[in-house]
């Protein structure tokens, strides 16, 4: 089992930064993929980026590529999302997540094992 926390959310303007932060704790060394998907009320979870635990692979939606970067620190049990140029429509909350299977596309909510209880980025204009 593999517990998931994040944090770094919060309020920024429109054209500002935050990190998002997710730190694991379990049987990590048993997931191989890490993602985060958002969710805005009324709307299915949404993906947004992945990474392999060797980070050889990354996938973004289409809507941050070029924006957000999603990183891991193994040492420390982290993964990171870096959002930068930050829009109103990135506002959402942020939910970190595992997975079981080495994933190499673009990946949906039903591929993961493990949920983190998510973070709000709320962005003004």
């Known amino acids: 089992q593999v517990q998931l926390v994040e944090s770094g959310g919060g309020l920024v303007q429109a054209g500002g930064s935050l990190r998002l932060s997710c730190a694991a704790s379990?049987?990590?060394?048993?997931?191989?993929?890490w993602g985060w998907f958002r969710q805005v009320p009324g709307k299915e979870r949404e993906f947004v980026a992945s990474?392999?635990?060797?980070?050889?692979?990354?996938n973004y939606a289409d809507s941050v590529k070029g924006r957000f970067t999603i990183s891991r620190d193994n040492a420390k049990n982290t993964v990171y999302l870096q959002m930068t140029s930050l829009r109103p429509e990135d506002t959402a909350v942020y939910f970190c997540?595992?997975?079981?299977?080495?994933?190499?596309?673009?990946?949906?909510?039903?591929?993961?094992?493990?949920w983190g209880q998510g973070t709000q980025v709320t962005v003004s204009s």
């Open positions: 997540a595992a997975a079981r299977t080495y994933i190499r596309g673009t990946t949906t909510p039903a591929q993961y094992n493990s």
């Open positions: 379990g049987r990590t060394s048993s997931m191989n993929t």
């Open positions: 990474i392999t635990w060797n980070s050889v692979i990354t």
